[in-house]
């Protein structure tokens, strides 16, 4: 679990191709430092991947094709900047909401625009997924946990203040940029206990 406060802005040091897959190798002073070990639990740019290896000041991590598939993983190169977050340990602050770094979605910025020191941020979404956002509700940009400011037909918007815009990858966004989108999950579950739920799922099949 994770709770979509970023630890550190890492860095792409290689790619590697490993049989159909990819390694990813990435630079991490701070995580590295604090006792990374291999088999930990990462959230990079929203994905949790598992450590498989240490090297001074990286970590790798496998990336499977189903993972490359669905996520903007497969775009990253060398250099590219991500967000990291190590697993959340008992007794630690909760201070975003809880993620499992399981990404729902890729979503797109549809606009950007300043708004005093802050950045208002609207990201296009898949239609499917648009019924689990509301406003003033929690949501994950590339792991980054974020208020919901408003829902408008398949877009959703978000202010992104000065300290998020210099300590994660959000400041770098341009207008059609792709990111990984998790949903809230007491939303999922909520869903499920509502007895429209198996009238939804028809819905969604015959749309």
Known sequence: MFTGIVQELGSIERREARGGDVRLVIGSGRLTSAGLNVGDSVCVQGCCLTVTGIEGRTFSADVSRE?????????????????LEPALRAGEPLGGHLLSGHVDAVARLAASRADARSQRLTFAV???????????????????SLTVNEVEGATFGVNIIPHTQAVTTLGALNVGSAVNLEVDQIARYVERLLPGFATLQRDDRKG
Do not use: F, Q, W
């Open 126 to 144: 898949p239609v499917a997924l648009m019924r689990y956002i509301a406003p003033k509700g929690s949501i994950a940009v590339d792991g980054v």
């Open 67 to 83: 993972t490359l598939a669905v996520t903007t993983l497969g775009e990253l190169a060398v250099g590219a900047r991500v967000n």
